[in-house]
């Protein structure tokens, strides 16, 4: 069963034996395992894996009818989960605490500052990829936004839209067999004209340093169409939040 997995971790062994930096895999398998971070090799058939740890958080701010989460949409031209809606979240760089990493990611994907230390470790999804060598452990943080008075400055190489999700419609989201109906909810969206300019920066190298605001076009989406592009792992991370914050 792949939800909230009892996973074995291990660094990343390329399979031409090779070796390659890694994170520091005493502290994921401390995030992921606490006391039972003993390491061993995580092994399919005969071949060595790249398994790699990454982190995602479930960012929300206080709306009027409660706690909402900050959900976004990949761009679409990026190479895996092309335009699927996820939480922002990224690798683990060499030697950085996942809480940080989870911290750094989200801030360079939304412009949303939060703090390593208030966050909270809710679960953990092995990923499942087409390319057998490179798997993923995803740690699945939550916590709360710092300053929600301060704008979305999204990334529009890496996200192309976002939407603030109250718990009824997170409730619709991460269950796959309840019915919807026309429901509808607001996105906000990276212009198309500033996606093509972020684009041949990044093919050039002349993306700025630094957050740049966009202005955001606000569409409307079905929530049903939110809901089949959501990524698997993000959906049980969902679930998973909601059953831990039924009081909020």
Request: charged share 25%; proline share 6%; glycine share 8%.
């Amino acid at each position: 069963m792949d939800h909230y997995p009892s996973v074995d971790v291990y660094g990343e062994v390329p399979a031409g034996g090779a070796t390659r930096q890694r994170p520091a895999i005493e502290n994921v398998a401390m995030a992921v395992l606490g006391p039972m971070s003993q390491l061993v090799k995580w092994t399919m058939g005969l071949s060595p894996l790249f398994v790699r740890p990454c982190v995602v958080v479930l960012g929300y701010r206080s709306g009027r009818e409660g706690p909402e989460l900050l959900l976004t949409q990949r761009a679409g031209h990026m190479r895996t989960y092309a335009s699927t809606w996820v939480f922002p979240g990224g690798h683990i760089d060499p030697g950085e605490e996942p809480a940080m990493a989870a911290t750094r990611e989200f801030e360079e994907e939304t412009g949303q500052k939060m703090k390593a230390d208030e966050l909270e470790l809710i679960g953990t999804w092995q990923a499942r990829v087409p390319h057998k060598l490179r798997q993923y452990i995803i740690l699945i943080y939550a916590g709360k936004i710092e300053n929600t008075e301060e704008p979305l400055a999204l990334d529009p190489i890496e996200v192309q839209s976002a939407a603030w999700i109250r718990k009824d419609i997170a409730k619709l989201l991460c269950c796959k067999e309840q019915p919807i109906g026309d429901v509808n909810i607001p996105v906000l969206t990276v212009p198309e004209e500033k996606k093509r300019l972020s684009l041949l920066e990044k093919k050039t190298g002349t993306v700025q340093a630094g957050t740049r605001i966009i202005q955001l076009h606000e569409k409307v989406m079905s929530v049903a169409s939110m809901r089949r592009g959501l990524a698997a792992g993000h959906r049980f991370g969902v679930a998973v939040w909601l059953e831990k914050n039924k009081k909020l």
